[in-house]
T-cell receptor, first 106, second 115 residues
């Protein structure tokens, strides 16, 4: 069993929909990271959180340490949000999930 | 700001050839990392460095070597390329401090094919 599991693996949405991507992990962590990988391949850090909730524009990340679970929400999704979203847990080194491929259609 | 710069962006090698993937960062970060990304898999750590002159193995170090002679540069060397090393390679850096997590900054990746 992978130490970091993401769901769903693939997600399609219509523009404007509310998106939720989930991440569960089985190890003790000091922080959890959400990353975005665009079709061109570059990887960008979206959030790093160790408790509670963070918001940046239309993106919201939450984490429940007791349940070892995090969610990434995108409100009012847009085609430019189409990307692979990667969850990674920080255990001194990063352990990465396999990513969720999101496609948002106009 | 350039951030993390990787060269080359693409490369095709023949089995048995050697090459060096270059990585440079201009943020004065102490930590640097090399990852590989294979289709359907999460990124895997190859090697990392906590500062100049210090390197350590990650999860998948076999077939690779690294050096860190300066804070800025962290090259990854493939000595005898094998088809199993076909992958996309990412270099990253962070300003990690004791008891303080920091986000990692990634380069744009190097797509390497071994034929």
């Amino acid at each position: 069993k992978n130490e970091v599991e993401q769901s769903p693996q693939n997600l399609t949405a219509q523009e404007g929909e509310f998106i939720t991507i989930n991440c569960s992990y089985s190890v003790g962590i000091s922080a959890l990271h959400w990353l975005q990988q665009h079709p061109g391949g570059g990887i960008v850090s979206l959030f790093m959180l160790s408790s509670g909730k963070k918001k940046h524009g239309r993106l919201i990340a939450t984490i429940n340490i007791q349940e070892k679970h995090s969610s990434l929400h995108i409100t009012a999704s847009h085609p430019r949000d189409s990307a692979v979203y990667i969850c990674a847990v920080d255990t001194d080194k990063l352990i990465f999930g396999t990513g969720t491929r999101l496609q948002v259609f106009p | 700001n350039a951030g993390v710069t990787q060269t080359p962006k693409f490369r095709i090698l023949k089995i048995g050839q050697s090459m060096t993937l270059q990585c440079a960062q201009d943020m004065n970060h102490n930590y640097m990392y090399w990852y590989r990304q294979d289709p359907g898999m999460g990124l895997k750590l190859i090697y990392y460095s906590v500062g100049a002159g210090i390197t350590d193995k990650g999860e998948v170090p076999n077939g690779y070597n690294v050096s860190r002679s300066t804070t800025e540069d962290f090259p990854l060397r493939l000595e005898l390329a094998a088809p199993s090393q076909t992958s996309v390679y990412f270099c990253a850096s962070s300003n990690r401090q004791y008891h303080s997590n920091q986000p990692q900054h990634f380069g744009d990746g190097t797509r390497l094919s071994i034929l």
